[in-house]
Structure formats: C-alpha cells, structure tokens
Nanobody, 127 residues
C-alpha cells in the first residue's frame, strides 16, 4: 500500500502562486509514476500534470502549461506542483496520484490508470 498526503492548498488572489506538496510512504517512491489531478464542483476529475519515475519526462494539461511545474525529489519521497499565474478557473480540489511502474503511452492523463490517491487539498483562486 502507498499513502499519499498532500499539503499547500489555500486561498490566493488571481495572478498569485501556490506550491502543493505530496509526500508518499509505504512503497519505494522511485518505482512510482506520479500525477496531479483536480476536481472542481460539479465537474469531473481532470488531469493536471504528471512526472515519470526519475523525473526525466513531465506532462501537462494544455490549460496549465507554462504556468504550472511538476517536479519530484526521490530522496524525500515528494512530488511538488508549483502553480504560478493562478486563475479563478484553477479553483478545485487537487489530488496527488501514484501509479506503480512506468506510464504506457499517454496513460498518465487517465485517472483510472493510477493505483493510489491522496485525500486532496483545496485550492481557491479569487478574482
């Protein structure tokens, strides 16, 4: 089993920044591909960003490209989502997710392909 704990959410004005962290425990972190998803009220959970086992490749949703950056530190079992230039439409609960092993093709963007999930952290961007 893997436990994922997110932190760093909060309330910020449009144009501001937040840094989300997700700490993993219970399994060798370097064997986990990691992703961030978000879910706004009344909407489906959507892909935000993903990073491969060693951090060599990163992937982003078009809506956050050039504003968000995903990174990982395998020595600290941590994945980070740095969010800049936040917009009101970024308001959502953000979830950290982990997948055992490598991503296959573009599976990184599909929530059912992930094996473990955190409890979520609320991000609210005011206009």
């Amino acid at each position: 089993q893997v436990q994922l704990v997110e932190s760093g959410g909060g309330l910020v004005q449009a144009g501001g920044s937040l840094r989300l962290s997700c700490v993993a425990s219970g399994r060798t972190f370097s064997n986990l591909s990691m992703g961030w998803f978000r879910q706004a009220p009344g909407k489906e959970r959507e892909f935000v960003a993903a990073i491969t086992l060693t951090g060599g490749m990163t992937y982003y949703a078009d809506s956050v490209k050039d504003r968000f950056t995903i990174s990982r530190d395998n020595t600290k079992n941590t994945v980070i989502l740095q969010m800049n230039s936040l917009k009101p439409e970024d308001t959502a609960v953000y979830y950290c997710a982990a997948k055992r092993g490598y991503y296959s093709g573009n599976y990184y963007k599909y929530a059912p392909r992930y094996d473990y999930w955190g409890q979520g952290t609320q991000v609210t961007v005011s206009s």
